[in-house]
């Protein structure tokens, strides 16, 4: 029950360095690292070493959200930079715009996109084009669909559209189940016992059973009449899902990030 700590022992003196004696470098080749200090890059040759500078202005749909990641509130910069971002807050909020900039943060320029949320700018980071990897390799196999089956599928999405992501359906309930084995060993107490799941009822999937019964399900829980009549009844056609459950299937997660050694755009 010991803490596992990481030290940082240098390799040439065989001692544990402080985070003041260690700087930054670029491994130009296996044996040759560049040193890189935080002068250098404060005096990078580049406009977006100190500021960030605005390149376009585009539609937020015109922009696909694989390539949008963690968002940062802006602030201005003292007194004189509060007017221009006043005006650049009130000119995004007429347009209905965002503004794609770029900027310098850990050793690299960025793409970054610029929007309004209530009265302040949120920069959010953007992946470069090249950062994305093509979802071709990754398409599904071919099969059949009817009308009445994509019928059915719209028939549950308006069963549960909502006009807001509140509720708490919508909490985090897998912290809260965490802290509660925490605190039961912390007090020695018997773990919580896991819910109880349904049983898959075979290999069989009948697409529109499963679909008329996660509507009734949906109505149910929003206290609305259970009944289905959206959904045309078919009994004829039925499809097979491969080792999978009759109700709920899990689609895999695949990093859509690339993970190949792509050389930093700068030092």
């Not at 200090?37 to 390149?55: C, F, G, Q, R, Y």
């Not at 196999?141 to 708490?168: C, F, K, N, Y």
Request: charged share 35%.
């Amino acid at each position: 029950m010991g803490r596992v700590r990481v030290k940082k022992i240098c390799e040439i003196e065989d001692r544990e360095l402080a985070n003041a004696e260690i700087g930054k470098g670029y491994e130009y080749a296996r044996d040759q690292v560049v040193a890189i200090t935080d002068e250098d890059l404060s005096n990078l040759p580049l406009p977006t070493a100190k500021a960030i500078e605005v390149a376009a202005f585009v539609p937020l749909e015109s922009i696909d959200p694989l390539r949008i990641g963690d968002g940062y509130y802006l602030t201005p910069d003292g007194a004189v930079a509060a007017k221009p971002y006043k005006l650049l807050v009130e000119a995004l909020g007429r347009s209905s715009k965002v503004a794609v900039a770029k900027y310098a943060w850990s050793g690299r320029e960025r793409l970054g996109l610029m929007r309004v949320r209530g009265d302040v700018l949120v920069l959010h980071a953007m992946r470069w084009p090249d950062e994305v990897r093509s979802p071709a390799e990754l398409f599904p196999p071919a099969v059949d669909l009817d009308e009445d089956e994509i019928e059915g599928a719209l028939a549950l999405m308006d069963s549960m559209t909502r006009d807001d992501l509140d509720g708490d359906d919508l909490r985090d309930t897998y912290t809260e189940a965490l802290a509660k084995v925490i605190e039961a060993k912390r007090e020695d107490k018997p773990l919580p016992a896991e819910p109880e799941q349904e049983a898959p009822k075979g290999q069989v999937l009948d697409l529109m059973a499963a679909l008329q019964e996660s509507v009734q399900k949906a109505k149910a829980s929003r206290g609305e009449d259970a009944e289905v009549h959206e959904l045309p009844k078919k009994t004829t056609v039925k499809k097979t899902a491969k080792k999978q459950p009759t109700k709920k299937t899990a689609a895999k997660k695949t990093a859509a990030k690339k993970t190949t050694g792509r050389r930093p755009r700068s030092a």
